[in-house]
């Protein structure tokens, strides 16, 4: 999911029709090819990356207590989102904004022109408050996901709560959770909490340093889930057994959904049959994904690899510094006229390459590893033979 970060952001510069409240320049150079990836990608990833986070926070509760947890998150979330901040979001604030003024006015400065700035400013501001986004806020890209989990962890309480009064209906929930109907009631939630979003895309108002209300109670809606999820595992197995249902479903339904989207949008996304049926339709959309993923994940990367091991270990620092990597590659590729696929390709494997170099040389024997991961590693590339090593404790 943190790699998929590189592609959906990589695909943003090469987009036909910018989602409802992104009203930025794109490259002249693009193609409907990446609206269709962004928003595949966009349809499951942040929401599989709350449901793994709460899975994983019932996990920390288990093994180290409430306040270890808190102590724990606190370490690996919100220290490296307050340092971040103030590292990592500058850089790539100030890339994107190289990039969408290339993209605008076809000029190639490293440092903003203020004419152009003032004018793009009010430009985008104008878009915004037709589109009815947010104005006037600062913006914190990328690092939203770990702005929003600091508050999710608030709900650790009330989760083991929620837990704690299953209980004497346990047998019963079980039994559920061992069928795909779960799927379906999953997806009436996500309906139900999609419903403030325009084309039932939850994809407004979040990367903002002003918590998006409805943002909050839709990706909430995940954190709780994947905390249940942790202790009615037969969920998971669900997801394993039921592959060919789940991608059948996922090529009906993904299709339909960006139908149904496209008119609700079209439609100002009022409160109608149209409306009703976008959500509904993103909600079986997005689960039917999510049990997908989880299955496939199950059933054919459930082994020890030398690959695996180092993805997971690297993604963290991938997460957090892919950003302003790609928005700089994305800003020298917008001054050539070339084909968006390969610009799109061009950008993708630079931003990787750089990410994993400077993960391999720079981190991960340092102490940035350990104030990311909670200890060092000494892993070669995953193409030599190395011995297999525990992870840390992010």
Request: net charge positive; charged share 10%; with cysteine.
């Given at each position: 999911?943190?790699?998929?970060?590189?592609?959906?952001?990589?695909?943003?510069?090469?987009?036909?029709?910018?989602?409802?409240?992104?009203p930025i320049p794109t490259d002249r150079n693009n193609a409907h090819m990446f609206d269709l990836i962004f928003n595949f990608i966009h349809q499951f990833r942040m929401p599989t990356f709350f449901l793994m986070s709460g899975f994983f926070a019932s996990l920390?509760?288990?093994?180290?207590?409430?306040?270890?947890?808190?102590?724990?998150r606190a370490a690996r979330v919100l220290a490296p989102l307050l340092v971040s901040m103030v590292t990592i979001l500058p850089l790539a604030g100030l890339f994107a904004a190289d990039f969408m003024l290339s993209a605008r006015f076809g000029t190639h400065h490293f440092l903003p022109d203020r004419m152009e700035s003032r004018i793009l400013d009010r430009e985008?501001?104008?878009?915004m408050v037709r589109a009815g986004a947010p104005v006037g806020q600062l913006p914190i890209l990328h690092l939203w996901f770990l702005y929003y989990l600091c508050f999710f962890y608030l709900l650790v309480p009330l989760?083991?709560?929620?837990?704690?009064?299953?209980?004497?209906?346990?047998?019963?929930?079980r039994r559920l959770g061992s069928t795909p109907v779960t799927a379906m009631l999953f997806?009436?939630?996500t309906a139900l909490s999609l419903w403030p979003f325009r084309g039932g895309q939850?994809?407004?108002?979040?990367?903002?340093?002003?918590?998006?209300?409805?943002?909050?109670?839709?990706?909430?809606?995940?954190f709780v889930c994947g905390y249940v999820f942790h202790t009615y595992r037969e969920i998971l197995h669900t997801a394993q057994r039921h592959v060919l249902l789940f991608a059948i479903s996922v090529s009906i339904l993904f299709p339909l959904s960006l139908v149904m989207g496209h008119l609700d949008r079209?439609?100002?996304?009022?409160?109608?049959?149209?409306?009703?049926?976008?959500?509904?339709?993103?909600?079986?959309?997005?689960?039917?994904?999510?049990?997908?993923?989880?299955?496939?994940t199950q059933r054919f990367f459930d082994y020890e690899s030398p690959w695996i091991l180092y993805v997971s270990q690297s993604s963290y620092w991938v997460y957090l510094t892919h950003l302003p990597v790609i928005c700089v590659a994305a800003w020298w590729m917008v001054q050539y006229d070339l084909p968006a696929t390969f610009k799109f390709l061009c950008v993708c494997s630079f931003t990787t390459i750089v990410c994993f170099i400077t993960y391999h040389y720079v981190v991960q024997k340092t102490w940035i590893s350990v104030f990311l991961n909670g200890k060092r590693f000494s892993m070669n590339w995953p193409w030599q033979d190395q011995p297999l090593e525990s992870g840390g404790d992010r």
């Open positions: 999911m943190m790699l998929l970060g590189i592609v959906i952001h990589g695909a943003s510069f090469y987009l036909v029709e910018k989602p409802p409240g992104m920390l509760i288990e093994k180290r207590g409430m306040w270890g947890t808190y102590k724990n985008i501001g104008e878009a989760c083991r709560l929620l837990v704690l009064y299953s209980h004497p209906y346990e047998a019963r929930l997806s009436l939630l939850g994809i407004e108002g979040v990367a903002f340093l002003r918590p998006h209300v409805p943002s909050l109670i839709y990706f909430g809606m995940y079209a439609g100002g996304g009022q409160w109608g049959y149209t409306h009703l049926m976008a959500v509904l339709v993103q909600g079986l959309s997005i689960w039917a994904l999510i049990y997908l993923l989880i299955g496939i």
